[in-house]
């Protein structure tokens, strides 16, 4: 398995602001992923995070909205920019290892 | 294309089985099975490679038919701690890491 920590836990946050969510990983992975999961609903899968290039984007998202670092094979960033209250979701970062992806906690965020 | 999960709601009592079905309508790598309860992350079941196979861990197992596309979890002698929104997560047969998750199967088990 993987022990991953996400912060903020929660948060909520005025519209037109940008929240970054952290996602620590106890051991080394090559891939990260970042997904979002809003109320009621399934997950969807934002971007793969690979460390040493540029996030790769699922159709729908952006980067300029969505903004990810990947400094090193430990942690990787989400950024929430311009927010608006369609933006109120669970963001889950996720790792791979083996063939098996575990899910760090979420980040509940709430737009105002 | 994200994978149909039926049903979409089953409410057992304590001890009866239920069987959560999963299609694609793409070839694929491997189907993730995972159980999430309100308010917390998705924990990972089991995972199915592509080969048909079975598996199963205590009272949860699950099957792959690769040439229907299709996946079952069967849960045997529900136990309260089964409810939960279950989801299946299909990796495309080129296998690049992503998951797309079907829209959930809530259970809820009753004493």
């Known amino acids: 398995s993987a022990v991953i920590s996400q912060k903020p836990s929660r948060d909520i946050c005025q519209r037109g602001t940008s929240l970054t969510i952290q996602c620590q990983v106890d051991s080394q992975v090559t891939m990260m992923f970042w997904y979002r999961q809003q109320p009621g609903q399934s997950l969807t899968l934002i971007a793969t995070a690979n460390q040493g290039s540029e996030a790769t984007y699922e159709s729908g998202f952006v980067i300029d909205k969505f903004p990810i670092s990947r400094p090193n094979l430990t942690f990787s960033t989400l950024t929430v920019s311009n927010m608006s209250p369609e933006d109120s979701s669970i963001y889950l970062c996720s790792v791979e290892r083996g063939d098996t992806q575990y899910f760090g906690p979420g980040t509940r965020l709430t737009v105002l | 294309q994200q994978p149909v999960q039926s049903p979409q709601a089953v409410i057992l009592r304590e001890g009866e089985d239920a069987v959560i079905n999963c299609s694609s309508s793409k070839a ?84």
């Open chain 2, 28 to 111: 694929l790598y491997s189907v993730h099975w995972y159980r999430q309860k309100h308010g917390e992350a998705p924990i990972f079941l089991m995972i199915l490679l592509k080969g048909g196979e079975q598996k199963g861990h205590d009272k949860i197992s699950a099957s792959f038919n690769e040439k229907k596309q299709q996946s079952s979890l069967y849960l045997t002698a529900s136990q309260l701690s089964y409810s939960g929104t279950y989801f299946c997560g299909t990796q495309p047969a080129s296998n690049t890491g992503k998951l797309i998750f079907g829209q959930g199967t809530t259970l809820q088990v009753k004493p």
